[in-house]
């Protein structure tokens, strides 16, 4: 684990799982190596949470998931973005943009 | 849609829990198996790499779980297996589980029941739009008695009135169906147009009375009710407009009645005719009509009885006939008081009864809770100690109690149904709405609701107990010791039980001591061998003069000479039947006008009922129609309407004063008329053929050897060899009727003696609970004692002394609440004192003695216990 590593933004995990399968399907584990290696290892998912917020996120209808065969002929449970989860992506990110601003705003501001 | 995607989802997992769970495995398990990969990838052997996967993810269980917590289904899973666990400890405790189940059911079946019962009669509104809105006016007499209305004072107020919209006057009408096998007498009311107005119910089939059917040789129509149009007509919608013999007249059909139509005000009645009374006619100002309105929109109750007090005085000034009181009051009282205000006071104390057999049983589970919470008090530390946390205890205790009251409340559901039927047996035959009574889902859903907040709020208090202790201390401690507090609380819960148990005993002690003396007090004639039933003439047959005269006369005849009977005469009015023919009496050449019972009767009726002739002579055959009019009085007129002097040679007018007034000849005793609570009235009697109108309706009394019940059928068949189209009813021995006649207090008795006695148990119970436990918690301190030497004695001494020192504190307190509750009581009661000694010392040895009995058993098993084994177990 690399020293400088965190756990994800709290309220940020949903957003970040959303954008990352909007690239491509993915399972669990390929979503948690590529929220690390996107952050350059500044992100360290929890996998426990991890799987939990897929659950979450398929039961409110913005996941599919379906198990598949890996490319080493391993059995998968792949996840897949809905149109709906394309939907709650778009506002989740409009929403972060508007929260970050604001908080980058105020920091520069004190400085 | 992804509430859909939600519910599917979450029944999926729970029910088919397994395919579930494999998916979350094989998904962590692929997790962590590309987690070793990735390692693997970077250079790590193959058993580092898996460790470092391991190390990575934080457990493979622990993220199981963490997954699988997820979704609304696990909290129902979670529930699910707090009630498997709850239903295992119950079972596993099968003595605990049975006597809070019972104990449950007991107190929520006889509240519901009770409240059932209750509900249509104090509660619910009566079945009218607006029934608030609906009044009876009475006449009051001089004494404040409520009296019948006349048709003139009816008249003469619904021209006047502002406060009703409407107004109507009625009398019951028995007129008699004939044409088939047997005459069959109908019970019916004659009323004037506006009756079913008043009600706010309208005729479902045809239509209502008009104005215009209501008048002197009025058109003959009639109204059937809805059950006589089912049992005699087959419920034949074309029977408007056809026509019916009644009492051989023909009437025509104009309307049949909703079968929702409830009358309180007959609740017999099934067929109704118009009154078709006239201004000029004798009986006009006679009082024998019950008066009902309907309130104007935006008048008041109270407006309404204000303005029947000042107007029927002013219509009295205005018109006064010669034959009324000049003393009469007028006054309004809504239908409902009318209706209930008789019963209320019994049914009010039969709920209070039942509400404190409640309190006692939930005193009672609370008890047995708190003593299981004590024996578990290891289970639930060691359960503390392996990471429960208080909330989770708490939950499940709570699931406990709640399943234990469902349970409860369940067969508390079973009892309601059986005490309900039972209700409907017992209950006595004026009990207004009677029928109204069901079990009905509102009282359901209270039963329910009941349950489960008493699950809650008397399953909160042990597992709070049990969250607060210390695991560490309570394990520590082994199972069995007590705490201060929860000694404590169970104590006074225990002397809170004997007060509640105490009251509800003096309840029923008072009640039962006034049944006795009710049945101590004379009827004032013989009622034992005494056989009585009504008899009446219907029909055209009976039109011409003397031909009523004549068929009475042939009836005694015909049944004097029936085997087995003694002596038989008639009567207009039978004491104790419910009937009520009273008149204005008058003393000749004075204005002052008294109610008093009158007796149209036939020669040697005061001997056949028994009644003692005091003075005078008794009235017999010589009393004949043209000869000089002649009456008896009772005692008490004699007494206060004549004050010393002797009554014998006065003259007095009965009802109309335009005739030549009676001389009494005689005084007899007083007999009880309406009830035997009621005191003795005043009374006339006269015979039959010298009373201004010959009765169309007459009792006959038969005194007879032997069962007289069993001369019915062979009386009968004498009338009806008289006239075979004539119905004999309300047949009754006189003992029945006195028996109904206290029906209501024997009710109320039956009640308070069944919620006595549960209560009774109840405490018992909860004593013996008590001082059991206390005993099990002290089997060391005891052993302790004996082993320095305590005697047998003093040990028993130490057990019953807690046990005495419990039932006395409740007694102190009951003593003072049931002094209380006495006076509320006090409307129940005849001839008793709230305060009675008798009833007080008996209750109080009667649960001395099972304060006694309770304390036995545990006492017992205190005195055997071996100091050796004690001691050495420590």
């Known amino acids: 684990m690399a020293p400088d590593s965190t756990d994800v933004i709290q309220g940020t995990l949903d957003l970040l799982i959303l954008k990352t399968l909007s690239l491509q399907p993915l399972h669990g584990f390929g979503i948690a190596r590529r929220i690390e290696q996107v952050s350059r290892g500044v992100f360290k998912v929890n996998p426990g949470s991890l799987l939990t917020a897929l659950q979450r996120l398929e039961r409110a209808g913005w996941l599919d998931a379906e198990w598949r065969q890996t490319e080493n002929a391993r059995r998968a449970r792949f996840y897949t973005l809905t149109r709906a989860g394309r939907k709650q992506l778009e506002s989740e990110e409009a929403d972060w943009a508007r929260r970050a601003g604001a908080v980058t705003r105020l920091l520069k501001a004190d400085a | 849609m992804a509430g859909w995607r939600q519910l599917l989802r979450g029944c999926r997992a729970l029910l088919r829990r397994s395919d579930a769970e494999r998916d979350i495995a094989d998904e962590v398990q692929h997790y962590l198996d590309e987690a070793a990969a990735a390692h693997r990838a970077r250079g790590l052997g193959d058993d580092e790499a898996r460790r470092a996967a391991r190390i990575e993810i934080g457990g493979v269980t622990g993220v199981n779980e963490q997954v699988r917590g997820f ?150 129509v009639v109204i059937l009710g809805d059950r006589l149009w089912r049992r005699r007509f087959a419920a034949d919608p074309s029977i408007i407009g056809r026509d019916i013999t009644l009492s051989d007249t023909q009437y025509t059909v104009i309307g049949v009645m909703p079968a929702r139509f409830e009358n309180v005000l007959g609740p017999e009645a099934e067929i109704w005719g118009p009154m078709q009374y006239g201004l000029s006619e004798g009986r006009t100002w006679g009082h024998h009509l019950r008066t009902v309105g309907r309130l104007r929109d935006g008048s008041s109750m109270a407006q309404a009885a204000r303005e029947a007090a000042t107007l029927g005085p002013a219509i009295l000034t205005d018109q006064r006939p010669e034959t009324y009181a000049a003393n009469a009051a007028f006054t309004a009282v809504a239908l409902r008081d009318d209706v209930t205000g008789a019963v209320k006071p019994a049914l009010i104390a039969v709920l209070i009864a039942v509400t404190l057999v409640l309190l006692i049983a939930c005193v009672n589970v609370t008890n047995l809770l708190l003593a299981r919470g004590v024996h578990r008090r290891g289970e639930l530390a060691l359960r503390a100690a392996l990471g429960a946390g208080k909330g989770r205890l708490i939950r499940q205790l709570l699931t406990e109690s709640v399943l234990l009251s469902v349970l409860g409340g369940l067969a508390g559901m079973v009892v309601a149904w059986f005490g309900l039927r039972a209700l409907h047996a017992l209950s006595p035959a004026d009990l207004p ?29 042990p597992a709070l107990h049990a969250a607060r202790s210390d695991p560490h201390d309570a394990l520590q401690h082994g199972s069995n010791r007590s705490t201060g507090t929860h000694g404590r609380i169970r104590a006074s819960l225990v002397v809170a039980e004997v007060a509640l148990a105490l009251v509800l005993l003096v309840g029923s002690g008072l009640l039962m001591r006034s049944l006795q003396k009710l049945f101590a007090v004379p009827a004032g004639f013989e009622a034992s061998h005494l056989l009585t039933m009504q008899v009446q003439t219907a029909g055209q047959r009976f039109n011409a003069d003397g031909a009523t005269v004549q068929f009475f006369t042939q009836v005694l005849d015909a049944v004097r000479r029936v085997p087995g009977v003694t002596t038989v005469a008639l009567t207009s009015q039978l004491p104790m039947s419910g009937d009520d023919s009273e008149y204005g009496l008058r003393l000749d050449g004075s204005q002052d006008g008294y109610s008093t019972f009158r007796y149209a009767v036939t020669p040697g009726y005061v001997e056949t009922m028994g009644i003692p002739l005091l003075y005078g002579r008794s009235l017999d055959e010589r009393d004949r129609a043209g000869s000089p009019p002649v009456a008896l009085v009772n005692e008490s007129l004699a007494k206060s309407k004549f004050g010393g002097r002797d009554a014998i040679g006065q003259r007095v007018h009965i009802g109309p004063t335009d005739r030549p007034p009676y001389t009494i000849v005689g005084v007899v005793g007083d007999v009880r008329q309406m009830s035997l609570t009621l005191g003795p009235p005043d009374a006339v009697y006269t015979t039959a053929s010298q009373w201004i109108f010959t009765d169309p309706v007459m009792s006959l009394v038969v005194r007879g050897q032997g069962n007289v019940a069993s001369l019915a059928p062979a009386i009968r068949a004498a009338i009806w060899s008289v006239d075979k189209d004539q119905p004999v009813v309300r047949i009754a021995t006189m003992d029945d009727l006195l028996a109904a006649s206290a029906a209501e207090r024997r009710y109320a008795l039956i009640l308070f003696e069944t919620f006595a006695i549960v209560a009774l148990a109840l405490a018992a119970a909860g004593i013996y609970g008590v001082i059991a436990g206390r005993v099990a918690e002290r089997t060391r301190e005891i052993g302790v004692r004996a082993a320095l030497g305590a005697t047998s004695g003093s040990i028993l001494r130490l057990v019953l002394g807690e046990g005495f020192a419990l039932t006395a504190c409740g007694i ?33 040895m009667l649960l001395l003695v099972v304060a006694a009995v309770a304390c036995a058993v545990p006492a017992w098993r205190a005195v055997r216990v071996d100091p050796a084994t004690t001691l050495r177990s420590e």
């Open chain 2, 71 to 220: 979704g609304w289904e696990n909290a129902v899973r979670g529930l699910l297996g707090d009630l498997r666990y709850a239903a295992r400890g119950l079972r596993a405790a099968p003595g605990f589980t049975a006597v809070t189940v019972i104990t449950l059911a007991l107190g929520i079946g006889a509240t519901t029941a009770i409240f059932s019962a209750i509900y249509p009669i104090l509660i619910q509104p009566l079945p009218y739009p607006d029934g608030h809105r609906i009044a009876t006016i009475w006449e009051l007499s001089a004494d404040g008695q409520r009296m019948d209305g006349s048709y003139g004072m009816f008249h003469a107020m619904a021209e006047r009135t502002h406060a009703f919209q409407s107004l109507a006057v009625f009398k019951p009408w028995l007129p008699t169906m004939t044409g088939s096998d047997q005459p069959e007498r109908l019970t019916g009311q004659r009323v004037t147009s506006e009756y079913f107005r008043v009600l706010g119910v309208a005729p479902a089939l045809g239509r209502d009375f008009l104005a215009d059917d209501d008048r002197p040789q009025g058109p003959r």
């Open chain 2, 433 to 461: 709405r009677a029928h109204a009574i069901a079990f009905n889902p509102a009282v359901f859903a209270f039963g329910l609701a009941l349950t489960t907040v008493l699950g809650l709020a008397v399953g909160t208090i």
């Open chain 2, 812 to 844: 102190g307190i009951g003593v003072a609440a049931s002094a209380a509750a006495g006076r509320g009581m006090a409307a129940l009661l005849f001839n008793v004192s709230p305060l009675d000694p008798v009833t007080h010392a008996s209750v109080l």
